[in-house]
């Protein structure tokens, strides 16, 4: 789709555009409108150069609501191509009534506001070629004749998708350091843990705890032995952190700076190699020590009430989990990894531990879900 375009003096219309901006606020300021009279078509093509000069998301819309170009930059966060154009409302990126109808509606509302002249700033709901939903900051104006028409418009789209999900992710990273000073046993702190890392890193999550000689790991809800985790698995566990933020990595590795008698570090696993961001490098030192810390005061408080800590007695009394796993793959025919899947959905439905869920169904021989 090409836009009306006249050779032309830019600074004859009153309009001038230098170098390229990293952002819609920085390209306002450089946007110098007289008010000169120029013709539409001149308008047009002196929009597509300040379009082109953002690193944000830029519509272009005539007098009639049409939007008749955007910007690289908007083409490669919704996936639409301006070949497609020109686009009329409701546009293919906007929410439909069925998916989103008060977003659909705020839409809507925003594009007849900037119709009229105004300047508006909000966060908004887009879509994705794919159906995917994008929440935007969007700025909009009105380029008005000296008469007080609408010649045209510009919308500029800035993604704050990623931003919200990282202020999301910090407040995940807070609520589990704070989860792990108030845990009052080794075995609610390691489901929590495993629960927080999974989600936090999204992945599957291992725990190794030493105090002197005993070891053992925490992974899929129940205690181990380190034998019996796949190589892969150990091999990251005695591995070392990386700042590498660039290169695809298999997992992440949480591993204390300092260490007392007690030590905790975990491995979560992705489902698949991507980057690592700084963001995640930071939070994982910072709860690679707070899960350490935890695990050395609960040991500490155990001694302090004269009961000596010890790991295998932690193992011992997840036997039972095991023991309901192997029911649940007698009764139903259930592979091990399922059957446990089942145990771990009902323990966090039911706001339970897994042991006394899996004791519970030794007793009474009732379902996981109907404890």
Same mark, same amino acid.
């Given at each position: 789709?090409?836009?009306?375009?006249?050779?032309?003096?830019?600074?004859?219309?009153?309009?001038?555009?230098?170098?390229?901006?990293?952002?819609?606020?920085?390209?306002?300021?450089?946007?110098?409108?007289?008010?000169a009279?120029?013709?539409?078509?001149?308008?047009?093509? *002196?929009?597509?150069?300040?379009?082109?000069?953002?690193?944000?998301?830029?519509?272009?819309?005539?007098p009639d609501?049409?939007?008749?170009?955007?910007?690289?930059?908007?083409?490669? *966060?919704t996936?639409?191509?301006?070949?497609?154009?020109?686009?009329?409302?409701?546009?293919?990126?906007?929410?439909?009534?069925?998916?989103?109808?008060?977003?659909?509606?705020?839409?809507?509302?925003?594009?007849?506001?900037?119709?009229?002249?105004?300047?508006?700033?909000?966060?908004?709901?887009?879509?994705?070629r794919?159906?995917?939903?994008?929440?935007?900051?969007?700025?909009?104006?009105? *380029?008005?004749a000296?008469?007080?028409?609408?010649?045209?418009?510009?919308?500029?789209?800035?993604?704050?998708?990623?931003?919200?999900?990282?202020?999301?992710?910090?407040?995940?990273?807070?609520?589990?350091?704070?989860?792990?000073?108030?845990?009052?046993?080794?075995?609610?702190?390691?489901?929590?843990?495993?629960?927080?890392l999974?989600?936090?890193?999204?992945?599957?999550?291992?725990?190794?705890?030493?105090?002197?000689?005993?070891?053992?790991?925490?992974?899929?809800?129940?205690?181990?032995?380190?034998?019996?985790?796949?190589?892969?698995?150990?091999?990251?566990?005695?591995?070392?952190?990386?700042?590498?933020t660039?290169?695809?990595?298999?997992?992440?590795?949480?591993?204390?700076?300092?260490?007392?008698?007690?030590?905790?570090?975990?491995?979560?696993?992705?489902?698949?190699?991507?980057?690592?961001?700084?963001?995640?490098?930071?939070?994982?030192?910072? *709860?690679?020590?707070?899960?350490?810390?935890?695990?050395?005061?609960?040991?500490?408080?155990?001694?302090?009430?004269?009961?000596?800590a010890?790991?295998?007695?932690?193992?011992?009394?997840?036997r039972?989990?095991?023991?309901?796993?192997?029911?649940?793959?007698?009764r139903?025919?259930?592979?091990?990894?399922?059957?446990?899947?089942?145990?771990?959905?009902?323990?966090?439905?039911?706001?339970?531990?897994?042991?006394?869920?899996?004791?519970?169904?030794?007793?009474?021989?009732e379902?996981?879900?109907?404890?």
């Amino acid at each position: 789709m090409e836009l009306p375009h006249r050779e032309q003096d830019q600074a004859s219309a009153g309009l001038r555009v230098a170098g390229r901006f990293d952002s819609a606020d920085d390209a306002w300021p450089g946007l110098d409108w007289n008010g000169a009279p120029v013709e539409v078509t001149e308008v047009f093509g *002196l929009l597509r150069t300040v379009a082109d000069s953002v690193s944000d998301g830029v519509l272009i819309l005539d007098p009639d609501d049409r939007v008749i170009g955007f910007n690289q930059a908007f083409a490669e *966060l919704t996936g639409y191509s301006e070949d497609e154009g020109p686009f009329e409302p409701p546009f293919p990126w906007w929410p439909t009534e069925s998916e989103d109808a008060a977003a659909h509606q705020l839409l809507a509302t925003a594009l007849r506001e900037t119709g009229s002249g105004a300047n508006l700033d909000r966060d908004l709901v887009i879509f994705r070629r794919d159906r995917r939903p994008l929440v935007v900051q969007s700025r909009g104006t009105g *380029l008005l004749a000296q008469d007080g028409t609408v010649v045209a418009r510009l919308r500029v789209v800035r993604d704050l998708t990623k931003d919200r999900a990282a202020k999301a992710h910090r407040r995940d990273a807070a609520q589990a350091a704070v989860d792990f000073v108030t845990a009052d046993d080794l075995e609610t702190l390691l489901e929590t843990a495993e629960r927080s890392l999974a989600r936090l890193f999204d992945g599957d999550a291992t725990i190794w705890v030493r105090s002197g000689r005993e070891q053992v790991v925490f992974t899929s809800g129940i205690f181990g032995r380190t034998r019996e985790l796949a190589a892969g698995v150990t091999a990251a566990l005695n591995g070392t952190t990386s700042p590498d933020t660039i290169s695809r990595r298999p997992g992440i590795l949480l591993l204390p700076a300092l260490s007392g008698e007690w030590q905790a570090k975990a491995w979560v696993q992705f489902p698949r190699p991507r980057r690592i961001g700084p963001d995640e490098l930071i939070v994982a030192d910072l *709860l690679a020590q707070a899960l350490t810390n935890a695990v050395q005061r609960l040991a500490d408080a155990e001694r302090a009430a004269g009961r000596e800590a010890q790991l295998k007695e932690a193992v011992a009394s997840h036997r039972a989990v095991g023991q309901a796993v192997g029911i649940l793959v007698e009764r139903h025919k259930l592979l091990p990894e399922e059957a446990l899947a089942r145990l771990r959905k009902a323990s966090q439905d039911k706001n339970l531990r897994m042991r006394d869920l899996a004791e519970r169904i030794l007793q009474t021989g009732e379902e996981p879900d109907e404890v």
